[in-house]
């Protein structure tokens, strides 16, 4: 099976799901904290691929859901500033195998590239904490 490095907000209760499938899957987590990691604009930039800048977005980050930044309206340039200055900005997980990366848990896509296996149940995709904190 595939070593994954799986970028991730610690205490996330998505990320800690999202990391027992791939670990079910039969794959190795190594598990890294997405705020301390030295990111570059060209580091996080091949984690979006073709996707559109507004889907970068962590939509639960603090300030997605104050309004003060506003994913729909920003430019790719200054979405990766703004996201290595506030890494909670980032969608996660990202994650990293074989030279290729991904913002975000897409199964179809991931069991395509690694292979996720039979799951019970998808993985959460948005945070069910309804105060905004995710611990």
Same mark, same amino acid.
């Given at each position: 099976?595939?070593?994954?490095?799986?970028?991730?907000? &610690?205490?996330? $209760?998505?990320?800690?799901?999202?990391?027992? $499938?791939?670990?079910?899957?039969?794959?190795?987590?190594?598990?890294?904290? $997405?705020?301390?990691?030295?990111?570059?604009?060209?580091?996080? /930039?091949? #984690? #979006?691929?073709?996707? &559109?800048? !507004?889907?970068?977005?962590? /939509? !639960?980050?603090?300030?997605?859901?104050?309004? !003060?930044?506003? &994913?729909?309206?920003?430019?790719?340039?200054?979405?990766?500033?703004?996201?290595?200055?506030?890494?909670?900005? $980032?969608? /996660?997980?990202?994650?990293?195998?074989?030279?290729?990366?991904?913002?975000? #848990?897409?199964?179809?896509?991931?069991?395509?590239?690694?292979?996720?296996?039979?799951?019970?149940?998808? !993985? &959460?995709?948005?945070?069910?904490?309804?105060?905004?904190?995710?611990?």
């Amino acid at each position: 099976m595939a070593v994954i490095v799986f970028y991730e907000k &610690p205490g996330c $209760i998505n990320n800690a799901s999202q990391k027992q $499938i791939l670990i079910r899957s039969g794959h190795d987590v190594v598990a890294l904290d $997405i705020r301390v990691q030295a990111w570059t604009p060209a580091t996080l /930039r091949a #984690f #979006f691929g073709d996707r &559109p800048v !507004a889907d970068w977005f962590n /939509r !639960a980050a603090p300030r997605v859901k104050s309004g !003060a930044v506003v &994913p729909e309206t920003i430019a790719a340039d200054e979405a990766l500033a703004q996201m290595c200055l506030d890494p909670l900005l $980032i969608r /996660r997980p990202l994650i990293e195998c074989d030279g290729r990366r991904l913002a975000g #848990f897409d199964e179809a896509v991931l069991e395509s590239w690694v292979g996720l296996g039979a799951q019970d149940s998808p !993985a &959460p995709q948005v945070c069910p904490r309804t105060d905004g904190i995710c611990p």
